[in-house]
């Protein structure tokens, strides 16, 4: 059981470019959250999903775009890249509000 | 933003002390989660507390929801040098779940 994963693990990009974070979760969880996280601070949400189909804006979307095609896929795309952007990203997801689960985290850098 | 204030920031104890650490905001929680996250991975649940006053507890940590829900603390007994990490609380409200800043703890051996 592989719970969450996150690909890349490592990105560098240059600021204008643009990439598309992969969260893949084989727990059948219908919640799913994307959330950055700047050195030293807690984790800001940035959209979160509560099924297929419906996506909707957390803490800090400018810049971001989701989609949920599929129960197990939530990509994160990030559009004209800025410096602004260099995070570590994670995904999470849960059944219903119970039993949180992270990835391990995508660090991207923008330069 | 829903604010969530951890103090303190950082802290540096011995093995073997006893430290606390708090989570506050001037807002009702619905639910109250405690994470830790080691560096170079996800933040990994600890426990979730739902109800004013309730005290959980998980091995050597404690941990207990304020009457009126708007506060939270995290109490380790004998801290060992594997309980280093970063502790983050998060409130659930909704479908949404919003971090604080997290205390940073570092176990001296």
């Known amino acids: 059981n592989a719970g969450v994963t996150q690909t890349p693990k490592f990105r560098i990009l240059k600021i204008g470019q643009s990439m598309t974070l992969q969260c893949a979760q084989d727990m059948n969880h219908n919640y799913m959250y994307w959330y950055r996280q700047d050195p030293g601070m807690g984790l800001k949400l940035i959209y979160y999903?509560?099924?297929?189909?419906?996506?909707d804006k957390g803490e800090v979307p400018n810049g971001y775009n989701v989609s949920r095609s599929t129960t197990e896929d939530f990509p994160l795309r990030l559009e004209l890249a800025a410096p602004s952007q260099t995070s570590v990203y994670f995904c999470?997801?849960?059944?219903?509000?119970?039993?949180?689960?992270f990835g391990s985290g995508t660090r991207l850098n923008v330069v | 933003t829903q604010l969530l204030e951890q103090s303190p920031q950082f802290l540096s104890i011995q093995e073997g002390e006893n430290l606390t650490v708090y989570c506050n905001s001037s807002s009702v929680f619905s639910s109250l989660q405690w994470y830790r996250q080691e560096p170079g991975e996800g933040p990994v649940l600890l426990v979730t507390v739902v109800t004013g006053g309730e005290v959980k507890k998980l091995k050597r940590l404690t941990f207990q929801f304020g009457d009126a829900r708007k506060d939270s603390s995290l109490h380790i007994t004998a801290a060992q040098p594997g309980d280093t990490g970063l502790y983050l609380c998060a409130r659930v409200t909704g479908n949404q779940f919003y971090f604080g800043t997290g205390t940073s703890l570092t176990v001296i051996p």
């Open positions: 999470a997801s849960s059944y219903r509000g119970y039993g949180y689960t």
């Open positions: 999903s509560v099924g297929a189909g419906i996506t």
